[in-house]
């Protein structure tokens, strides 16, 4: 080594710039092979690449800022000492050799000489030297490569050692069930052959598992049990729509299997077409799931899998060269994803959207949003493939032709479902076309005292599955969630009161800590339990852990849960046929059904719905009618279509828009006049400043007047800034009009004491449905601090306006829905503060998950804002502020905590067990083995830990990839 070194200072015609990347040299298979351990005691892991040593355009080292995210702890030990390096590019004496991080990461050459090079590369060296060693456009271009592939190789490196599991055997066979697994294991873009070139990459070992690359399969079987599909996924998965890339929907009943079949579909775009995927979710909690079920797909196939929903995910996405994404996102987040792609030209980068639950297309709110989404796919006609999935569409038929896509149905279930209603104390079953047939006469031989407290036997229906299997309860509201639950507590015979009683014990000292009510804590015990969106996140998290593991055999719910978490049971009983007040429908009936029996959970399912001798008839008709066809309710919002249309330059004029809402399911669905809804929607926007109009080219006489002006057909309408704010938030004109207001009545005297007037201008106008008690928020007025007191001055909400609240005196001055906002504004300040979500919601008189919701909803509309103020210059100041705003109020957690919580599923409990356990960081996780970390963490199952990990080393890489991409960006900068 010494000589190497010495060779090159006599040299003094080598350019310093090549001598920074004299590594190379040490990176020659020749050189790999000999023995010598001082070598690598002075090269970091990221140099050692196979080159050759002839080759003299060198390349800088690793940029400092790769170094310090591997090793970020601001002390002198390394962060990352258990993470090996990768199998397949060093022989394993050399992996022996450099275990230690300390000292792959931190060379042993002198620093000062290392700050001299560095210091001496002034731009005219950059130039005039390199343009002496190449002085020709071929040479020139030689080492721009070289450059990029040196870049390319560190990242690499960085990521091998991310991907790796530890040496010793035990711990490969910890992150798998079955040993050949692992053995499938070895990334195979990193096996070299004898000439020096790469083998076995993915595109070599396609069509041994439906396409996917043969190891595929063996992660099906270890991540979830699945060693065979079904006969109809096969066939699905070979149809002509999919093998010719042609757009597909297939409906088949809940719990049939559908969302493997797009897991497959999605694993063979970004493995084997090399494009990027978005997978459209209905909620959140359905997003967070399913990134943590693909991550350790990700993490072994060499994928990403980004997060879309609430305040997370990149608008634009990070553009990426050497890997590709599967983004998860909730219908609002995809529609904000595909409007940036549309306005940067990178649509083309996505390959295939899978929508799940396209049914929501005729849901109120959400529909219309769906709609344009779908509409403004493929309006832009960049090719994508779009596959949808739904079990509850009644008119396959024209949602097919709206999206210009082949139907593939079949009615499939791999676990038998009995369904059955209770007209008195007789149990019927339903046939298929809704006939009703006496099954059994119920006697559970109740007491007096039972009969009334239970005349419809819901407990002996519930004991009659319990404990040995699982049963839910759907009830039409929460308070009848919660009655329900305290009688089945009072019914249950001993043997379910002493099942698994010390894991319930747990359970009910968790909850306590969550500041759950005494009532569900209390009901635990007995295994019974209460599920809706009164409770916070945690709390819900936590039962449907129980629940899942048999700790609780009982939760009764709303029928929320039936569409947004995945909770099988043996036997479902519906307790009335009634969402809320209205009357069920039969989509709402198909999805709590279908919870009842799952493969591999039950063997059987049955559902009883009980109905009064009065409500029969109508719940016949209901059975019978089959299910209702969806209807468009983007009639309403079109406006919000055609100002995009107009903004990412789709469609600019009023014949081009006039085509746009053509492609809209609206069109397909239903008799509508689009030419006068398109003109509507024009004069609408013209009107309220988000659209004005150029002059036209042509005679064409054919006008629609708005107001003052005429806008003709190939009049050419462009978007003010306002509306292009609108649409780069992602909002509704009316929001965006709003947020202006308050952001330019804020600018001129803001409260910046701390931080209740910033979470103000980000509070929900609709202020989520709160309306406060004015004698309450009286007393909470006399206990405001400083900040407080001068924020609600400059809102207008004075002394003067506090004693008319507690008099119950009108309020003139103030508005009520800025009395209501600051009530709201006031909760998120305490959460701010980082009080818990309980004592915030016995605070306000809300419930839990009211406060929950109004966190989130805050924190996307803080990720929006911040949007919305970088197309408004003079709103700059507000972008800084707001960029800040929205991570922190993603969990209002405290920091400590705030990165794990980051994690897929990870919420405030769950962080607080890790940070105890000794994991405080994402990157402990990532490296963390199995059996300590299932040793460490109560109640964290082997599967659960090992998606954990996945999970972990997953966010690691996208954060490597991020780095790669902005070191890309540059290297284009650069270009000659």
Request: proline letters at 3%; hydrophobic letters at 40%; charged letters at 25%.
């Amino acid at each position: 080594m010494y000589s190497i070194r010495k060779s090159m200072k006599e040299n003094s015609s080598t350019p310093k710039r090549r001598r920074l990347g004299m590594s190379k040299n040490l990176r020659s298979p020749e050189f790999l092979n000999k023995k010598n351990p001082d070598v690598f005691s002075v090269c970091s892991p990221i140099s050692l690449r196979v080159l050759k040593q002839t080759e003299r355009c060198e390349s800088p080292p690793l940029p400092c800022n790769q170094i310090e995210y591997l090793c970020d702890s601001g002390n002198n030990s390394s962060t990352c000492s258990e993470i090996p390096c990768s199998p397949g590019v060093l022989n394993s004496s050399v992996v022996r050799e450099i275990e230690n991080w300390d000292s792959l990461l931190v060379t042993k050459v002198s620093t000062t000489q290392n700050l001299a090079e560095i210091e001496d590369i002034s731009d005219d060296m950059f130039y005039s030297r390199l343009e002496q060693s190449c002085n020709d456009e071929i040479l020139t271009s030689r080492c721009e490569q070289h450059f990029r592939e040196n870049i390319e190789e560190t990242f690499a490196a960085v990521n091998d050692s991310i991907y790796q599991k530890v040496q010793d055997q035990e711990a490969k066979d910890s992150l798998f069930e079955t040993k050949d697994s692992f053995l499938l294991d070895i990334k195979e873009t990193c096996i070299i052959n004898e000439n020096g070139k790469v083998k076995g990459t993915m595109s070599d070992n396609v069509d041994n598992f439906y396409g996917l690359p043969v190891k595929t399969k063996s992660f099906f079987k270890s991540y979830r049990n699945i060693e065979k599909f079904y006969d109809w996924q096969e066939e699905c998965l070979n149809l002509d729509a999919i093998r010719e890339r042609r757009n597909l929907i297939y409906a088949l009943p809940t719990s049939g299997g559908k969302t493997l079949v797009a897991e497959v579909l999605m694993l063979r775009e970004v493995l084997n077409n090399k494009k990027n995927v978005l997978f459209i979710l209905p909620f959140v909690a359905i997003v967070q799931e399913k990134i943590w079920a693909l991550s350790p797909f990700a993490v072994n196939l060499d994928f990403l899998v980004e997060e879309y929903a609430a305040g997370k995910g990149n608008i634009p996405p990070k553009k990426r060269r050497s890997k590709h994404s599967i983004y998860i996102a909730t219908i609002e987040k995809g529609l904000a994803l595909v409007r940036s792609l549309i306005e940067l030209g990178r649509l083309s980068e996505i390959g295939l959207m899978v929508v799940d639950e396209l049914h929501l297309i005729g849901e109120a709110g959400r529909g219309a949003t769906l709609e344009t989404l779908l509409s403004t796919v493929l309006f832009a006609n960049q090719g994508i493939q779009i596959v949808g999935m739904s079990a509850t569409i009644g008119n396959l038929p024209e949602v097919a032709r709206f999206l210009r896509a082949d139907i593939f149905q079949r009615d499939f279930r791999p676990v038998t479902l009995d369904e059955y209603v209770k007209l008195g104390s007789t149990l019927y079953k339903i046939s298929a076309g809704g006939e009703a047939e006496p099954e059994r006469e119920l006697n559970f031989n109740y007491t007096s005292a039972a009969s009334t407290l239970d005349p419809d036997c819901v407990g002996g229906l519930v004991s009659e599955v319990v404990p040995s299997s699982s049963c839910l309860v759907f009830c039409p509201t929460k308070r009848n969630c919660e009655n329900v639950a305290n009688l089945l507590c009072k019914l249950q015979r001993k043997e379910m009161a002493l099942h698994r009683t010390a894991e319930r014990q747990s359970l009910e000292a968790a909850l306590k800590a969550e500041g759950a009510a005494p009532a569900l804590a209390r009901s635990v015990r007995y295994g019974v339990a209460y599920h809706h969106s009164g409770l916070a996140s945690d709390e819900r998290t936590l039962l449907e852990q129980a629940f899942r593991s048999g700790v609780i055999s009982v939760v009764c719910c709303t029928s929320t849960l039936a569409a947004g978490v995945n909770l099988p049971a043996r036997r479902v009983i519906i307790r009335a046929p009634r969402v809320g007040r209205g009357f069920l429908a039969l989509g709402a009936y198909r999805q709590m059904c279908g919870r009842a029996g799952r493969a591999g959970v039950t063997d059987t399912g049955e559902s009883i719905i009980i109905c009064s001798a009065a409500d029969w008839p109508e719940l016949q008709s209901v059975l019978r009618n089959g299910l209702p066809p969806v209807v468009s309710c983007l009639t309403d919002a079109c406006c919000g279509l055609v100002l995009s249309g107009v903004a990412l330059q789709l469609a600019d004029t009023r014949s081009e828009l006039r085509e746009l809402l053509k492609t809209t399911f609206m069109a397909t669905s239903s008799e509508v006049d689009i030419k006068k809804i398109c003109d509507d929607s024009i004069r609408s926007l013209i009107q309220t400043g988000a659209l004005d109009v150029g002059q036209h080219k042509s005679n064409d006489e054919s006008h629609t007047a708005a107001g003052q002006r005429i806008v003709y057909s190939d009049s050419k309408l462009t978007v003010s800034k306002l509306g292009r704010a609108a649409i780069k938030g992602c909002m509704e004109l009316s929001v965006a009009k709003q947020m202006l207001q308050d952001l330019e009545s804020a600018s001129r005297g803001l409260v910046l004491m701390g931080s209740l007037h910033l979470l103000y201008l980000v509070t929900p106008h609709d202020a989520a449905g709160v309306r406060p008690d004015y004698r309450h928020y009286y007393s909470l007025y006399c206990n405001l601090d400083e900040d407080a007191v001068q924020t609600a001055k400059i809102l207008g909400i004075t002394e003067m306006n506090a004693i008319r609240m507690m008099t119950g005196k009108p309020i003139t001055n103030v508005s009520e829905k800025v009395l209501c906002r600051f009530y709201v504004a006031l909760m998120l300040y305490d959460l701010w503060k980082q009080a818990p979500f309980h004592a915030v919601a016995d605070k306000y008189c809300v419930s839990r998950g009211i406060v929950q919701t109004v966190m989130a909803s805050a924190a996307a509309l803080a990720s929006s804002a911040t949007r919305f103020c970088e197309e408004l210059e003079h709103l700059w100041t507000f972008r800084a502020l707001f960029s800040e705003l929205s991570p922190r109020l993603a969990h209002c957690a405290a920091p400590e905590l705030s990165q794990l919580m980051e994690l897929p599923a990870v919420k405030k409990a769950r962080a607080l067990q890790l940070m105890r356990a000794g994991f405080k960081r994402v990157e402990d996780l990532a490296k963390a083995s199995l059996d300590h970390l299932t040793a460490s963490v109560a109640h964290l199952s082997r599967s659960a830990a090992t998606h954990l990990v996945s999970a972990a080393r997953m966010m690691l890489i996208e954060k490597v990839e991020n780095l790669r991409a902005e070191a890309e960006d540059v290297m284009e900068e650069l270009k000659v």
